[in-house]
């Protein structure tokens, strides 16, 4: 009896509920989200340092021990309610703070999550790519060829080598090698190799010039860009046929003017000039001179008809099949212009146009580096032909007493000279109040 009973209430109760549902409007149920409903989202970011929070990324290559900031956005805010939110590193826990600084020290690819659990038990996560890897090293000092040597066979193939290494262990490293004609030995050096390698090794097969200086250089680069702190470079001579030297002579000068001629002589031990050449826009040129046989010599550098750069001397003695780089000639200067009345005197006679004697023998001098005054007055107007400097002054018809005119100059090496000239009366007193 009482399980009919209870049959018949759940009947009952089911057409309850049914009808109840019949007459409720499916629209009345459904939740319509305002239109203004903000969504929860954040974001994970790296910066070197805050000056740099403008330059925040999401990937980043650093060096062991290097000290990152991590910084996180929660939007729209970080008062928003939430469970929880941490930082993992590779899978484990790193951090329970929004923003720290930390320092990181294991090599490798690592994957830094910020994660949020907002107050509905939602996990958000945001990621930052980070490496860590030490720059690449390479040995600067022990290599072949050896630097500066000799008698390298020109025809024969020739082999770099070097020492190079990944601190890591873990990355591949780029290694660029140049071998080129050497910077300053050449107008213009060519460049023979210029390429990237995989091992710290090349041998070059196509030959060399004789009797010439080669240099070449090795730097490093790993795989996340990490370049080595130094680079390497060497040098090495060719050899020429045998009983054939050369040598290799730079030659400077003090002046501004790279067109002076810079004459050079080399004159054996009997006194017999082997080698003479005069070469103009020749500053800080070097001077190939081969091939030699064994001997003594002496190389003498000048400034061709320029009296003021006294003429420099160098004696070496060379054999052994060698090149010869002797020690850097500067030729100087140190005489400045000279400033005087046509006469060689100190008093000029009165004119509307004054004329000064200003010689150099180091050049010619520039205008722009000439200074007149007349008493305390500027005076702009004047011209420098050849050795005579005119100066025009034509407002001193009524001076009746000497005036001082200074002159300054500078030649083209940067000597200065100054001079105090007397301009002769133009008139006498008595005239000046006759008028």
Known sequence: MIKRFA????????LFFATLCGCT??????????????????????????DSISTMAKADTVKPGDSLIFLST?????????????????????????????????????????????????????????????????????????????????????RFAWNARDPDNMWEIAHRFQLREAKGYYE?????????????NFTYYKGLDPLSHYEWEVSLQNELGQVSENSLCGNFNTQGVDGEN????????????????????????????????IRSNAKNQSYAIKPLVDGKYKLTASIKDQYDFPSVTKEFSISGNTILTLDSILLKDTTPPRISALDGSDTVAFADTLKILLTDKGGKIVDTRIKIQLEAQSIPDFTLSNDTLLVYIPELKTSWTYKILTISAYDQSGNKNQKNLYITPATTLPEVFGE
């Open 7 to 14: 049959i018949l209430l759940y009947v009952v109760s089911a």
């Open 25 to 50: 409007s499916a629209d009345d149920v459904v939740f319509n989200e305002p239109e203004n409903t903000d969504y929860v989202r954040i974001q994970a970011f790296v910066a070197h340092t805050m």
């Open 74 to 158: 929660v939007f729209p805010s970080k008062s928003i309610r939430s469970q929880d939110y941490f930082w993992t590193i590779d899978g484990n826990a790193f951090s329970y703070e929004y923003n720290f600084r930390r320092a990181l020290y294991q090599p490798g690819r690592h994957q830094i999550n910020f994660v949020f659990v907002d107050f509905f038990g939602d996990t958000l996560k945001d990621t930052v790519h980070l490496y860590i890897a030490s720059s690449p090293i390479l040995d600067s000092t022990t290599f072949i060829p050896a630097r500066g040597m000799q008698n390298v066979q020109p025809s024969d193939f020739v």
């Open 188 to 200: 213009h050096p060519k460049i023979l190799v210029d390429t990237i390698l995989k091992e710290a």
């Open 246 to 277: 050369a040598v290799f002579a730079f030659i400077s000068h003090t002046s501004t003017d790279n067109e002076l001629p810079v004459h050079v002589v080399l004159k054996n031990v009997a006194n017999e000039i082997v080698y003479e050449e």
